[in-house]
């Protein structure tokens, strides 16, 4: 009698969470994935200098290659950074192969996206405008 009495508690027990759990998975929603963020707009130092066209709500994607760089705040409510910068590949006594910034065009306008770098190596110094990038992002809605 006292194996039955212990079955019955287990047996009860085993249909109530098994009711919790079905009841949780039928009534709660899955949230949607964050949507990714595929850019519109792919810039390098190849960019450097250009004036680059985009519409609100666009990301604009930037990639730097060598070591060192380090993006300036964006100075406008036009952009926004998206997270922080992602750089890839680092050492320490060599920096990283590269640095990737994504900003958000949230209004209409013109800013500059702007990133410098003290050394372009190893005790190397950037020479000819190779420690400077910018950019100019010009957005409609």
């Not at 250009?50 to 380090?70: R, S």
């Not at 990283?96 to 209004?107: I, L």
Request: charged residues 15%; contains cysteine; proline residues 6%.
């Amino acid at each position: 009698m006292v194996l039955m009495h212990g079955y019955r508690h287990f047996a009860l027990a085993a249909v109530i969470i098994g009711n919790v759990v079905l009841a949780a998975c039928s009534s709660t929603a899955v949230p949607a994935p964050s949507p990714s963020l595929v850019p519109s707009v792919q810039l390098t130092f190849a960019s450097k200098g250009d004036t680059v066209q985009v519409h609100t709500g666009e990301i604009v994607k930037v990639t730097l290659d060598g070591p060192y760089w380090g993006f300036a705040p964006v100075q406008s409510t036009v952009l926004q950074e998206v997270g922080s910068p992602v750089r890839k590949n680092c050492r320490p006594e060599f920096g990283c192969s590269s640095v990737t910034e994504n900003f958000r065009v949230m209004e209409a306008g013109s800013t500059e996206i702007q990133a410098t770098r003290p050394q372009c190596g190893e005790a190397l110094r950037c020479l000819n405008g190779m420690g400077t990038f910018t950019v100019t992002v010009s957005s409609s809605r």
